[in-house]
Nanobody
Framework: QVQLVESGGGLVQAGDSLSVSCKAS??????MGWFRQAPGKDRQFVAA????????DYEESVKGRFKISRDESENTMSLQMNTLKPEDTAVYYC?????????????????WGKGTLVTVSS
């Protein structure tokens, strides 16, 4: 089993930056990532990172604005979000996958955090 606990999130204004983090405990995983779900919408892939070499993958709308990273010594993954837009408002979920990091963009993940709310005001 893998336990995931998110931290960070909050209320910011458009154009601001914010970081969310996820602490993992339990068994090791092959990939971790972030998803988000806006009110009334389906959960959407945001970014993923392959744990052993740091390879990353991003959803098109966040490329160049968001950066996913991991701290292997702390078993922590972070998402630095810059130039935030109101449409980035969502609950952000941390996820972990025992398979391919690339597969996470299709929603593949065995473990999920409870989510942290990010609100971007215009």
């Amino acid at each position: 089993q893998v336990q995931l606990v998110e931290s960070g999130g909050g209320l910011v204004q458009a154009g601001d930056s914010l970081s969310v983090s996820c602490k993992a405990s339990g068994r090791s995983v092959y990939a971790m990532g972030w998803f988000r779900q806006a009110p009334g919408k389906d959960r959407q892939f945001v970014a993923a990172i392959r744990w052993n070499d740091g390879w990353t993958d991003y959803e098109e709308s966040v490329k160049g604005r968001f950066k996913i990273s991991r701290d292997e010594s702390e078993n922590t993954m972070s998402l630095q979000m810059n130039t935030l837009k109101p449409e980035d408002t969502a609950v952000y979920y941390c996820a972990a996958h025992q398979g391919s990091a690339l597969a996470m963009r299709s929603g593949a993940a065995q473990y999920w955090g409870k989510g942290t709310l990010v609100t971007v005001s215009s």
